[in-house]
């Protein structure tokens, strides 16, 4: 049976180049948790024991390392972890970070807490996931008119709620 690796684009794995910030990864693999996940599981790089974010509140949170993704037309995706935002209400602020391909600095991961309660993050916690994407850049061409369809400029909410 066919892996995750070999269904992508027969290209097989991505080699990413990984530069450890913190004594955090001394502790800890930067690894898949299973031979199936989409995405790594980036940690919180704190010095302290713990990172209390306040109700409705964000934290930029280190992850401790910096990644030169070596394949062009890939970047790097952080998305929040499922049990942390269901379970304590703290996900990825912006909804999804972008690590762009020319980006050698810390990965830092904003945190926002949407919960009513204070929420703590100890050192070492899971945060976040890191998943790798294909990226296109655009052709831009200035038109006077856009191709017709039957939606046409319908937005939000058009088709209703059923």
């Known amino acids: 049976m066919p892996t995750m690796t070999d269904m992508t684009n027969g290209a097989g794995p991505l080699d990413v180049r990984v530069r450890f910030l913190h004594p955090v990864w001394t502790e800890h693999a930067l690894a898949y948790a299973t031979d199936h996940s989409a995405g790594l599981d980036l940690r919180a790089c704190i010095d302290a024991d713990t990172l209390e974010i306040p109700a409705g509140g964000r934290a930029a949170v280190p992850a401790g390392l910096a990644i030169e993704i070596t394949r062009p037309g890939i970047a790097g995706f952080v998305y929040s972890r499922s049990g942390l935002g269901t379970k304590e209400?703290?996900?990825?602020?912006?909804?999804?970070?972008?690590?762009?391909?020319?980006y050698r600095g810390e990965i830092i991961v904003s945190l926002l807490n949407t919960s009513g309660q204070p929420r703590r993050i100890?050192?070492?916690?899971?945060?976040?996931q890191l998943v790798f994407?294909?990226?296109?850049?655009?052709?831009?061409?200035?038109?006077?008119?856009?191709?017709?369809?039957a939606r046409g400029a319908g937005g939000f909410g058009h088709t209703g709620k059923v």
């Open 133 to 149: 994407m294909p990226v296109f850049t655009a052709r831009l061409t200035a038109v006077d008119a856009l191709g017709e369809t």
């Open 89 to 102: 209400g703290l996900t990825v602020s912006q909804g999804v970070g972008v690590i762009d391909p020319d």
């Open 122 to 128: 100890q050192r070492g916690q899971r945060i976040a």
